[in-house]
């Protein structure tokens, strides 16, 4: 009998699945199909806040276009392998301001950001609030740390059923969660948010993911 996989939190499982992380970096990219970055609008000197960075798949990007980035995850891990990046990196990069000195990491909780208020310009966050039960406590942190007419980027994927992960400890599963996109507007406006744009990236008639800018 096939044994059954683990069901762990994101900090858990995203420290056992970080080796293979990259792994499926095309496929979860094909969810968003390019359309996240070009709603940022320009980004250089910007600092930008990206939470649930994960291995770096949107922080390294942006950075790229010159934004300054601040890179949060609860996986210590996931992080490592930014800085692993960052470092590849800039021993291909001659200036000054090199990628490794634009970008920082932090370990830390999506719905207790660790800083101060009116700090960010954006706050992106792909793939995160599938991970939450209830975005809102996320959302509300959000709006404390970006300055006035910052604005939030957040991913919604239509994921009811999470993937299994092979990992060198086994099988496991992330714990995820539901949230149907008309909801994930109400919160934000509940919380005086202005929504700026609400994009559906499709396959076919299926919508695969909902990408919302917010503006504080």
């Known amino acids: 009998m096939a044994k059954k996989a683990k069901v762990l939190s994101s900090e858990v499982g995203y420290n056992l699945a970080a080796d293979v992380y990259d792994e499926n970096e095309n496929y979860l990219n094909s969810f968003e199909q390019g359309e996240l970055i070009p709603l940022l609008g320009a980004l250089d000197g910007k600092r ?103 604005i939030l980027v957040v991913t919604n994927i239509n994921q009811k059923d999470p993937p299994t992960v092979k990992t060198k400890e086994g099988k496991i599963i992330i714990e995820s969660f539901y949230h149907r996109p008309e909801k994930v507007v109400e919160i934000l406006e509940s919380l005086a948010y202005g929504i700026e744009e609400n994009v559906f990236v499709k396959e076919g008639s299926l919508w695969v993911d909902q990408i919302v800018v917010a503006r504080k």
């Open 48 to 150: 930008v806040l990206d939470v649930g960075a994960g291995t770096g798949r949107l922080s390294l990007p942006l950075v790229s276009r010159g934004a300054h980035v601040t890179a949060l995850d609860v996986s210590p891990k996931m992080l490592d392998l930014i800085k692993k990046k960052q470092r590849r990196v800039s021993m291909n990069v001659t200036r000054h301001d090199s990628v490794e000195s634009k970008i920082t990491t932090v370990v830390g909780d999506a719905e207790s950001l660790p800083f101060e208020n009116n700090t960010f310009d954006i706050v992106t966050a792909a793939f995160l609030i599938v991970h939450l039960k209830n975005p809102t406590r996320f959302f509300d942190e959000a709006y404390r740390v970006l300055k006035d007419g910052g």
